[in-house]
């Protein structure tokens, strides 16, 4: 399982990855872009709730905040996005609410708690995007998707809200992305980076031979 959870959590930092290349080297349109990306967080994060914490309720493993004391325990679906998210230079990817459980989550400027309160008003409006100072910014809705979720948040005790229902905005998913692209593309640098290997990277053996097309 925890096997699962590293190729999980590295699959989506890896596409989190090249979705901020193609922002820096391509010149996109920043809202296409941001939609991109929402949809593969969410996509991950749909998969992650519905495919490993549901999937594994009933052998005795759970979602907790300290996730990392005991084998048994996941973690929380905004850690899992959290922690691939911190993997990723190129953009920011968080989760917001209005009445977050994690201070840390509540929205950086009016712009965005003013998204939240849009998309809380008008559950068809899945999207909201616009210009906040120097950043372009999106949110997408975060719902409910099962019961479990609204019973964690409305029996939280650091909870400002406990009648949540289930498929109820909950928050939102947002995704910033600096508006200084460099329309030039990549530039690779003068010498190789000296960052230790990654994690993949160490679990990877060299090759004993070289491969046939090298002469």
Request: include cysteine.
């Amino acid at each position: 399982m925890r096997h699962g959870r590293l190729v999980a959590a590295f699959s989506l930092a890896g596409l989190l990855t090249l979705l901020g290349w193609t922002v820096t080297t391509a010149e996109p349109s920043f809202e296409t872009t941001a939609r991109y990306i929402l949809e593969v967080v969410k996509a991950f994060r749909t998969a992650y709730v519905l495919q490993v914490v549901e999937h594994t309720r009933a052998g005795g493993m759970s979602p907790q905040e300290d996730w990392q004391k005991d084998a048994h325990f996941l973690p929380l679906p905004a850690q899992f996005v959290k922690a691939a998210s911190e993997q990723v230079d190129s953009f920011e990817i968080g989760l917001i609410g209005l009445a977050p459980l994690n201070p840390a989550n509540r929205p950086r400027t009016s712009a965005e708690a003013d998204a939240l309160i849009q998309l809380e008003k008008n559950r068809d409006r899945r999207f909201v995007s616009f210009v906040d100072g120097n950043q372009f910014k999106a949110v997408s809705a975060d719902l409910a998707l099962v019961q479990s979720c609204v019973d964690c948040h409305n029996q939280h005790p650091r909870s400002s809200r406990k009648n949540f229902q289930r498929w109820d905005v909950m928050g939102g998913l947002v995704v910033r992305l600096k508006r200084d692209v460099e329309p030039e593309g990549f530039s690779l640098p003068a010498e190789p980076s000296k960052r230790a290997p990654a994690t993949l990277e160490r679990m990877t053996p060299p090759p004993t031979t070289a491969p046939p097309w090298v002469r």
